[in-house]
C-alpha cells in the first residue's frame, strides 16, 4: 500500500510517498480503508514512521476478539500513528461510529480533538459540579475551540471565547459562546471580570504559556487552567506566584498521544457515551478550513505551522473522488 513516511532533514521534516507493507491486524484490532486524515501538531514530531493520529474510513476485517464492530462498518478513530496510509490498523476500543448522514471526510477532523475536549473540560474535574460553571476558551476560532464551544454549549455549560482579532468575535458567537472578546486588548482582564460581575470564570482551556498570567488573573477563586496537548513546543511564560496562591488557582497540562491505550480506550469510551450523542444529532461538527489530497501533506504542515488557521486541515485518501469546489489551498 502507499504511505506517507516522515523523514528528518536538515532543518525540518519532510514527507515522502513510499510503497510499504499492509499492517496485520491483531485479534483486539480492525483495519480500517482509510478515507480521510486530521491534520494535528503531534504529526510533525515522529520521524522515520507514518504519522496520522486520526483518521476516517470503513472496517475492511476484524480481528478474532472483536464483536462489536463489523466488515463495512463507517468509523473514525484516533490512532497511535500511521494514518496518511491507505489502509491502518487500530484497536477497536478506539473506533466511534459514524451513520450514513454524516459526511465521512469531515469526521476526520473529529476524534482527536473530542477526546482532548472531554480529558480537558469534564474528565480532569467532578462533573456533578460544572453546572452553571463558566469556562473560557482560548483561541475560540480554531479547529480545536471551535469544538470545544460547541461541545461545553451542549453540556450546558456558560462559554467565554478569546479570538486574536476583534474581527473574529462574531465568528465565536456563531458557534455558540455566550460572550467573546479580542485577547490581544489591554483591558481584557477587565472585561472577563466585568462579564462575571468580578467572580472570573471557573476553568481556562489554554494551548499556550503566553496568556498564562492574564487567564489566572481572569479565575475565580479555586479556578483551573489547563494547558492541552503542547505535543513538545518550547513555551515559557511568567507568572506571579503570589495572585496564583491567593486565589489557589490550579494549572494543569496533558498530553492525549502519550497516554497508554488503557487510558485512550477509556477516554473513547466516555466521548462515546457523552460527546458523541451531540455528532450524531449533527449539533457538533467540525470547521473545516483546507483541504488537500494525502501527497500534498507537506503542504498542509506548512500551512499549519503558520498558527493563524481558524479550522480543521483534512487530507483525502481519493481527492479527486470527493472535489466538490472546495477550498484547497
Given at each position: 500500500?502507499?504511505?506517507?513516511?516522515?523523514?528528518?532533514g536538515w532543518f525540518?521534516?519532510?514527507?515522502?510517498?513510499?510503497?510499504?507493507?499492509?499492517p496485520?491486524?491483531?485479534?483486539?484490532?480492525?483495519?480500517?480503508?482509510v478515507?480521510?486524515?486530521?491534520?494535528?501538531?503531534?504529526d510533525?514530531?515522529?520521524?522515520?514512521?507514518?504519522?496520522?493520529?486520526?483518521?476516517?474510513?470503513i472496517i475492511?476485517?476484524?480481528?478474532?476478539?472483536?464483536?462489536?464492530?463489523?466488515v463495512g462498518d463507517?468509523v473514525?478513530?484516533?490512532?497511535?500513528?500511521?494514518?496518511?496510509?491507505?489502509?491502518v490498523?487500530?484497536?477497536a476500543?478506539?473506533l466511534?461510529?459514524?451513520?450514513?448522514?454524516?459526511?465521512?471526510?469531515d469526521?476526520a477532523?473529529l476524534?482527536?480533538?473530542?477526546?482532548?475536549i472531554w480529558?480537558?473540560?469534564f474528565?480532569?474535574?467532578?462533573?456533578?459540579?460544572?453546572?452553571?460553571?463558566?469556562k473560557?476558551?482560548?483561541?475560540?476560532?480554531?479547529?480545536i475551540?471551535?469544538?470545544?464551544?460547541?461541545?461545553?454549549?451542549y453540556m450546558?455549560?456558560?462559554?467565554?471565547?478569546?479570538?486574536?482579532?476583534s474581527?473574529?468575535v462574531s465568528?465565536?458567537?456563531g458557534?455558540?459562546?455566550d460572550?467573546?472578546l479580542d485577547?490581544?486588548?489591554?483591558?481584557f482582564v477587565?472585561?472577563?471580570?466585568?462579564k462575571?460581575?468580578?467572580a472570573g470564570?471557573?476553568?481556562?482551556?489554554d494551548?499556550?504559556?503566553?496568556?498564562?498570567?492574564?487567564?489566572?488573573?481572569?479565575?475565580?477563586?479555586?479556578g483551573?487552567?489547563?494547558?492541552?496537548?503542547?505535543?513538545?513546543k518550547?513555551?515559557?511564560?511568567?507568572?506571579d506566584?503570589?495572585?496564583?496562591?491567593r486565589k489557589?488557582?490550579?494549572?494543569k497540562?496533558?498530553?492525549?498521544?502519550?497516554?497508554?491505550?488503557?487510558y485512550?480506550a477509556s477516554?473513547?469510551a466516555?466521548?462515546?457515551?457523552?460527546l458523541w450523542?451531540?455528532?450524531?444529532?449533527?449539533?457538533?461538527v467540525?470547521v473545516i478550513?483546507?483541504?488537500?489530497?494525502?501527497n500534498?501533506?507537506?503542504?498542509?504542515?506548512?500551512?499549519?505551522?503558520?498558527n493563524?488557521?481558524?479550522?480543521?486541515?483534512?487530507?483525502?485518501m481519493?481527492?479527486d473522488?470527493?472535489r466538490?469546489?472546495?477550498?484547497?489551498?
Amino acid at each position: 500500500m502507499k504511505a506517507m513516511i516522515t523523514k528528518k532533514g536538515w532543518f525540518s521534516s519532510t514527507l515522502e510517498q513510499q510503497e510499504v507493507k499492509v499492517p496485520k491486524i491483531k485479534n483486539n484490532e480492525v483495519m480500517i480503508k482509510v478515507y480521510a486524515v486530521g491534520v494535528n501538531r503531534g504529526d510533525l514530531i515522529k520521524v522515520g514512521a507514518c504519522p496520522g493520529l486520526e483518521c476516517s474510513g470503513i472496517i475492511e476485517s476484524v480481528g478474532r476478539n472483536v464483536d462489536y464492530w463489523k466488515v463495512g462498518d463507517r468509523v473514525c478513530a484516533i490512532l497511535e500513528g500511521g494514518g496518511y496510509a491507505e489502509k491502518v490498523a487500530v484497536p477497536a476500543d478506539f473506533l466511534l461510529p459514524l451513520p450514513d448522514d454524516i459526511d465521512l471526510a469531515d469526521a476526520a477532523g473529529l476524534p482527536y480533538a473530542s477526546c482532548s475536549i472531554w480529558i480537558a473540560l469534564f474528565k480532569m474535574h467532578d462533573r456533578s459540579a460544572l453546572k452553571d460553571k463558566t469556562k473560557l476558551i482560548h483561541e475560540g476560532t480554531s479547529a480545536i475551540g471551535a469544538l470545544a464551544i460547541k461541545y461545553a454549549k451542549y453540556m450546558g455549560l456558560k462559554v467565554i471565547a478569546t479570538t486574536g482579532s476583534s474581527n473574529m468575535v462574531s465568528t465565536c458567537l456563531g458557534y455558540g459562546a455566550d460572550y467573546c472578546l479580542d485577547h490581544t486588548l489591554t483591558f481584557f482582564v477587565s472585561k472577563i471580570l466585568q462579564k462575571t460581575r468580578l467572580a472570573g470564570v471557573d476553568f481556562v482551556l489554554d494551548y499556550g504559556a503566553s496568556n498564562l498570567q492574564r487567564y489566572v488573573e481572569c479565575c475565580s477563586f479555586w479556578g483551573k487552567v489547563v494547558l492541552v496537548d503542547l505535543h513538545g513546543k518550547k513555551l515559557t511564560g511568567s507568572i506571579d506566584l503570589c495572585k496564583l496562591e491567593r486565589k489557589q488557582v490550579e494549572i494543569k497540562a496533558f498530553d492525549l498521544q502519550s497516554r497508554d491505550l488503557v487510558y485512550k480506550a477509556s477516554v473513547i469510551a466516555e466521548v462515546r457515551a457523552h460527546l458523541w450523542p451531540a455528532v450524531l444529532e449533527k449539533r457538533v461538527v467540525p470547521v473545516i478550513e483546507h483541504r488537500f489530497p494525502v501527497n500534498e501533506a507537506q503542504k498542509a504542515w506548512k500551512l499549519f505551522q503558520k498558527n493563524d488557521l481558524i479550522g480543521k486541515i483534512i487530507l483525502h485518501m481519493n481527492f479527486d473522488e470527493v472535489r466538490r469546489g472546495l477550498k484547497m489551498d
